[in-house]
């Protein structure tokens, strides 16, 4: 018989402790309850890099939805209906020369718009176009993994729109506001370490598709984790621009752009207790070449979603203290008599 080596010895123990990193498969499911709630702020903070010409100017800007969302059911296919309010839109907008907008749903400005006969690029046309969807409703069924699977009473909120420089309002952005309340969860059984693939249309201006490969980095009985890195790559020619071809100058331009260094970085926590998100975070990045009528442009992009939890009190402004009124002019104070004085 030969000797057991100290390397053999070594080579086991490294598998073992592997195998036992690995663990049994695990089967997760959304654990949310009927009437259960959840409030929610997602921030979504846009950087671009715009050259065109020899002119290189900054856009950008930070947008944060305030979200409610309530079950409203589930069957005993852990089905679940959904419905997300759109409780509160605020931020603020770098519009290179333009100079910077703040915008807030709760506070609205109402200055004119100036009838946004400048294209779409009226800064107070734009602000008001951020906040439309502050107030709106819509319901949403998920399957037992948080899928979106379908919408009602959307109709209203996708003739909004996002503007000419705002993101395109459709239904993927509409299920994927539904989706952040519960998370990415895996479809098959799976151990803590393994992976997975998954491809997401993206839901802004430049609908680009994220391939991305999943792990379960962590899990107890108390939440999961998950990991995420991939790509970016460019959308099929009639997904471009997220609208009917036609309705959106922005279409041909699309078909003819190219995307490069396109990175997706994400990680996010699940309660097990409740079903909903704890924390979660994803950054995607790329560099975009694009003709356009005004010459090539070339865009240095990245947007970073962060969702966390909330609660309706928090989420909300805080009203400013009433101030005092002033005395009146030729008012004297008034005292006590002093005593043997009537």
Not at 143 to 152: I, R
Not at 286 to 313: F, W
């Amino acid at each position: 018989m030969n000797p057991i080596t100290k390397s053999s010895i070594l080579s086991f123990l490294c598998l073992a402790a592997s195998v036992a990193a690995q663990g049994p498969e695990l089967t997760l499911r959304t654990t949310a309850k009927k009437g259960s709630s959840v409030w929610l702020l997602q921030e979504s903070k846009q950087e671009q890099t715009i050259d065109q010409g020899g002119q290189q100017f900054d856009v950008g800007g930070t947008t944060t939805h305030t979200l409610h969302v309530t079950v409203l059911d589930v069957d005993d296919k852990g089905m679940l209906v959904v419905e997300t309010e759109i409780v509160r839109i605020h931020g603020a907008m770098q519009m290179g020369p333009m100079g910077e907008a703040e915008f807030d749903s709760a506070a609205p400005d109402d200055g004119d718009d100036g009838g946004d006969d400048m294209g779409g690029m009226n800064p107070s046309a734009m602000v008001k176009q951020m906040t439309k969807l502050a107030g709106k409703k819509f319901v949403a069924k998920l399957d037992s993994m948080g899928k979106a699977t379908s919408l009602e009473g959307a109709a209203d909120l996708l003739k909004v729109g996002g503007g000419r420089m705002g993101n395109p309002v459709n239904e993927e952005t509409l299920k994927h506001l539904a989706e952040a309340a519960f998370g990415i969860v895996p479809e098959k059984p799976i151990a803590v370490g393994a992976s997975w693939d998954r491809v997401e249309k993206g839901t802004g201006r430049i609908g680009a598709s994220n391939k991305m490969k999943l792990t379960l980095a962590k899990c107890d009985d108390a939440s999961f984790e998950i990991t995420a890195t991939g790509t970016v790559e460019k959308p099929a020619d009639d997904d471009a621009a997220g609208g009917e071809e036609g309705d959106d100058p922005m279409r041909e331009m699309m078909k003819n752009m190219t995307i490069s260094n396109g990175k997706v970085m994400g990680t996010q926590k699940v309660s097990r207790q409740d079903g909903f998100v704890i924390e979660a975070s994803n950054t995607v990045s790329m560099d975009v070449d694009i003709e356009t009528p005004m010459g090539a442009m070339q865009m240095a992009m990245k947007n970073t979603v962060s969702t966390k939890r909330t609660t309706a009190e928090a989420a909300m402004p805080k009203k400013a203290p009433a101030k005092a009124e002033p005395a009146k002019t030729g008012e004297s104070e008034r005292t006590e008599p002093k005593s043997g004085e009537k």
